[in-house]
């Protein structure tokens, strides 16, 4: 009986501390002007800054009335984030970078600025 009840409990140690664990990496940006006010309809893309990427490493949305956008990646990774307003050539733009985590909402903000054509990119 005592090996059973050993057998039973070491089953329940093994089954339990073998589970493969599948987490999730969610995240948050926020876009805004310099004095912090939410801007929405900003073109936000996140891709990771790296030649040969994966095509799943590239996301695009438009922030919502709230000035944020998100998405989530199935893969620890640092995103290149840029956030741009108007057509070719844009007429703000910001950007920065963002870490995600494992089973946590990462957040960071993006400050649009006027765009400078003598003064490309970020």
């Known amino acids: 009986m005592k090996r059973i009840i050993a057998l039973f409990a070491f089953s329940v140690l093994l089954l ?3 589970q493969i664990e599948n987490p999730t990496y969610p995240f948050r940006i926020k876009v805004t002007n310099p004095s912090g006010v939410a801007i929405q309809n900003v073109t936000v893309e996140a891709s990771v ?3 040969g990427y994966r095509e799943e490493a590239y ?3 438009v922030t919502g009335l709230d000035g944020i956008v998100e998405f989530e990646y199935d893969y620890e990774a640092v995103f290149k984030v840029l956030g ?3 057509e070719n050539p844009f007429t703000h733009i910001g950007c920065g970078f963002i870490k995600l985590e494992p089973n946590k909402t990462v957040e960071t903000e993006i400050v649009l600025l006027p765009y400078d054509p003598s003064d490309p990119g970020c």
Request: charged share 15%.
């Open 59 to 61: 996301f695009i949305g």
């Open 16 to 18: 339990t501390g073998c």
């Open 49 to 51: 800054d790296v030649p």
């Open 84 to 86: 741009t307003r108007g």
